[in-house]
C-alpha cells in the first residue's frame, strides 16, 4: 500500500485534499476515539510524510522516505555492528562480506516483520475479547482496562518496529553503494562411474 492509498487520495493530490482526507481518517482511526491504532499509524506515516513538499518529493522519486539525520546515524551504526560481527567470523577470500552483510540485514528486516505481524494478530484478538466481555462494573471494570492499556502498548511497539524496519532499509540501500572482489571457488572436476564423463564442481580440493 502505497501513502496515497493510505489517505484514499490521488497522486496528484493538493495539500489541502491531503489534510482533509487525513482529518476525517483520523476522526475514524484514532486510538483515543476507539479506532485501529495499528490502521492510524499507517495514516500518520502517510500524512507526516505526503503533507511535506520535501520528504513527499523524495517519495515520489524514490518510493521510500527521505531518512532525517537520526534515522542515518542508526543506519550507520547498524552497518557498523553487522560489519564489525562479520569481520569477527571466520571466512575466507572466498566469502562476498557485502553480500554477507546485505543477508544479514534482510534477515533483520524478515524477524521485524514477522514481529510486526504478531503484534496485528494480537492487537485483533484484543478486540475480539474486548467486545465479547461484558462487564457489570462500568468503565472502570479491571479487565477492560488491561485490554486497552496492551492496546496502547501494542502500539507503541508497533510504532517503534515500522521505524527499526525503515532504518535497516535505509541501512540497505546503503550497502548497495558498495561492491566487493571475492576469489571464485576453483572447480574441482570428477568422473561418474557409469560414463566416465567429467563433471565439474565448485569445491575446493
Known amino acids: 500500500m502505497t501513502y496515497y492509498e493510505a489517505l484514499g487520495v490521488a497522486k496528484d493530490a493538493t495539500q489541502k485534499q491531503i489534510k482533509a482526507a487525513y482529518r476525517k481518517l483520523a476522526q475514524t482511526h484514532h486510538p483515543d ?22 520528504t513527499r518529493e523524495h517519495y515520489d522519486r524514490y518510493g521510500t522516505l527521505k531518512p532525517n539525520d537520526s534515522t542515518l546515524d542508526k543506519a550507520r551504526q547498524h552497518l557498523g555492528a553487522v560489519f564489525n560481527n562479520v569481520m569477527s567470523q571466520n571466512f575466507d577470500q572466498y566469502t562476498n562480506v557485502v ?38 462494573i462500568g468503565s472502570d471494570d479491571l479487565l477492560l482496562q ?60
Do not use: C
Open 33 to 54: 476515539k476507539g479506532g485501529d491504532s495499528l490502521r492510524f499509524v499507517e495514516i500518520q506515516q502517510a500524512y507526516d510524510t505526503l503533507s511535506d513538499e520535501e
Open 99 to 136: 553480500e554477507v552483510m546485505i543477508t544479514n540485514t534482510k534477515n533483520e528486516i524478515s524477524r521485524a516483520r514477522g514481529h510486526r505481524a504478531q503484534l496485528h494478530a494480537e492487537r485483533k484478538k484484543n478486540l475480539m475479547v474486548h467486545k465479547r466481555l461484558n462487564s457489570k
Open 146 to 205: 488491561i485490554l486497552r492499556g496492551r492496546r496502547n502498548e501494542i502500539w507503541r511497539n508497533y510504532s517503534n518496529l515500522q521505524g527499526v524496519i525503515n532504518t535497516l532499509n535505509i541501512a540497505l540501500g546503503m550497502l548497495s553503494g558498495y561492491t566487493y572482489k571475492s576469489e571464485a571457488r576453483p572447480t574441482r572436476y570428477t568422473t561418474t562411474s557409469a560414463t566416465g564423463n567429467w563433471t565439474g564442481a565448485n569445491v575446493i580440493f
